[in-house]
């Protein structure tokens, strides 16, 4: 079975900061990977997607992330981080072409940014 | 659209009380499932459906029923509900694919056990 790793569970920054997070998963085959965030009291909601093609993925609100599929890694990015940004981060992974068994989540990222 | 809807919002229960989350989808997705969040777990997957009238159970599935009568509704039931089950209970729909397309997320629900 799939596994997923997030590396820091709670990050600091100032704003204009640079951000990135780190995400590796365990899984021998062909996966799909998520990252959501949940802004605080609110629900899930798709940061971005990797399927296949450019490994380098942009989402919504600057954010991109890079598939690095020697390293089993998918990390996320952003190069200046605001006040809005504070919120919950879960990498996901799903397996490529497998059956309908939902998403494997990281533990999280809790990310607050400080003005 | 209102998307992934669940009811309730909040609810208290006593041990051994049981319950029924209600989880509505109005996007014809074919695929619906139920997580739990705890703190510092992440999301768990409880069970899931590929279709209506099918369920099947995920990473933790101990303690919980669910059923899929309609295809916009997926319930989750409690029968005796114990303290390990106080968490936030999230649910989610998928459109059909040949694999797993982007899943869309309910606002939650969170219950607490006495």
């Known amino acids: 079975a799939q596994s997923v790793s997030q590396h820091n569970h709670h990050v600091i920054l100032s704003e204009a900061a640079s951000l990135e997070l780190g995400c590796n998963y365990s899984y021998g085959g062909t996966v799909n990977l998520f990252w959501y965030v949940q802004y605080p009291g609110q629900h899930l909601q798709l940061l971005l997607k990797?399927?296949?093609?450019?490994?380098l993925v942009k989402g919504i609100k600057g954010f991109e992330a890079e598939f690095i599929k020697s390293k089993f890694s998918f990390n996320l990015r952003k190069p200046s981080v605001q006040w809005s940004d504070t919120a919950e981060y879960f990498c996901a992974v799903t397996v490529s072409g497998g059956g309908a068994d939902g998403l494997t989540f990281g533990k999280g990222t809790h990310l607050i940014i400080q003005p | 659209n209102a998307g992934v809807t669940q009811t309730p919002k909040f609810r208290v229960l006593k041990t051994g009380q049981s319950m029924t989350l209600l989880c509505a989808q109005d996007?014809?997705?074919?695929?619906m499932y139920w997580y739990r969040q705890d703190p510092g777990m992440g999301l768990r997957l409880i069970h899931y459906?590929?279709?209506?009238?099918?369920?099947a159970k995920g990473e933790v599935p101990d303690g919980y029923n669910v059923s899929r009568l309609k295809k916009q509704n997926f319930l989750l039931g409690l029968e005796s509900a114990a303290p390990s089950q106080t968490s936030v209970y999230f649910c989610?729909?998928?459109?059909?694919?040949?694999?797993?397309?982007?899943?869309?997320f309910g606002p939650g629900t969170r219950l607490t056990v006495l």
């Open positions: 989610a729909s998928s459109p059909i694919s040949h694999r797993v397309d982007t899943q869309y």
């Open positions: 459906s590929v279709g209506e009238g099918t369920t």
């Open positions: 990797y399927f296949s093609g450019d490994p």
């Open positions: 996007m014809n997705h074919e695929y």
